[in-house]
């Protein structure tokens, strides 16, 4: 199977207001999709409709080939979801709210206790187990919901926001444990406001902004098309301006005929957001 998401047409309406608006995409097995956008685009109203939270008002689903919808157990079997919002049972410990996690999908047995060393053992979270989840810091919370989505064995992650608050050591463990599941041959969907963490783990990017996907690449392919070189300047307004080139000697050129002071870099992906939700959206 070449694509196990695909998003046929998909409006999703609150009343009268459109916050996904007639979006089509397909995403590969094996990506690690990222979707980034400016607040209230639509990125958790599309990751709710894909996990069968919310109903679409128009269009399909279709996750591995089979519509997505609330009572499908099937596909909610093969799916695992960190949501934006903390998911734990405070008055738990780590490995209590893994069991719990475990018995909703029927584990039992030896299979549980080996399933949840397992896990354990690929968060790191074996040395804190017994520790009450309302105890852990933010960034363990996180690696703990990331953890709990896993006890499905799913072949699809959904994460929306998964590093939203936490401090860079943290992020960098998390990031570990996404790489380990992308390495894994899971497909990751991932909704950021960070653009290094995208463009970090992400081999895909879809830019969404007023309920569509406006750009879906590759990072580099997203910058190249903007053009590889920036040319960074504060201009007589005390604005700093931006300005992309396909090469250095056409940067160059730009650059020498400033009489201000100016910077000359590499486009990176925080470019491409920043013109894009800056540019006004047709
Ligand atoms: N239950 C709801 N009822 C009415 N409007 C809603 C509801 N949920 C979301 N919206 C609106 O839909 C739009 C998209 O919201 P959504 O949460 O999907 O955006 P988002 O891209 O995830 O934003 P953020 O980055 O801030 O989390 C926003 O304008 C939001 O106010």
New binding site residues.
């Given amino acids: 199977m070449k694509h196990i998401i695909e998003i046929k047409k998909v409006t999703k309406k609150?009343g009268d207001?459109t916050?996904v608006d007639n979006l089509s995409l397909k995403i590969q097995k094996g990506s690690f999709f990222g979707l980034l956008?400016p607040?209230?685009?639509?990125?958790?109203?599309l990751i709710k409709m894909l996990v069968g939270l919310l109903k679409p008002t128009k269009g399909t689903i279709l996750i591995e080939n089979q519509k997505m919808n609330r009572d499908n157990t099937f596909i909610k079997s093969k799916i695992g979801i960190v949501p934006q919002h903390i998911n734990l049972d405070k008055e738990l410990s780590v490995r209590e709210n893994l069991i719990f996690s475990a018995k909703l999908y029927k584990i039992k047995g030896n299979q549980l206790h080996q399933k949840i060393e397992k896990l354990l053992a690929f968060s790191d979270l074996k040395s804190i187990e017994n520790r009450l989840s309302k105890k852990l810091s933010g960034g363990m919370q996180r690696k703990l919901m990331i953890t709990k989505a896993l006890v499905n064995d799913p072949d699809i992650l959904f994460l929306d926001e998964p590093t939203v608050g936490i401090d860079v050591n943290h992020r960098r463990k998390i990031w570990d444990m996404l790489k380990g599941m992308k390495a894994m041959g899971k497909t990751i969907i991932l909704?950021t406001?960070y653009i290094e963490e995208a463009e970090y783990l992400c081999n895909q990017i879809g830019l969404m902004d007023q309920g569509k996907i406006f750009y879906c690449n590759t990072s580099d392919a997203l910058k190249n098309n903007l053009g590889k070189f920036t040319v960074e300047y504060f201009n007589t307004e005390k604005i700093t301006e931006y300005k992309y080139f396909q090469s250095i000697e056409e940067a160059k050129e730009y650059a020498h005929s400033l009489d201000t002071h100016y910077i000359l870099r590499n486009t990176n992906l925080e470019d491409v957001f920043y013109n894009f939700t800056n540019r006004k959206v047709q």
């Fill in positions: 609150y207001f916050a956008g607040n209230g685009a639509g990125k958790t109203t909704t406001h």
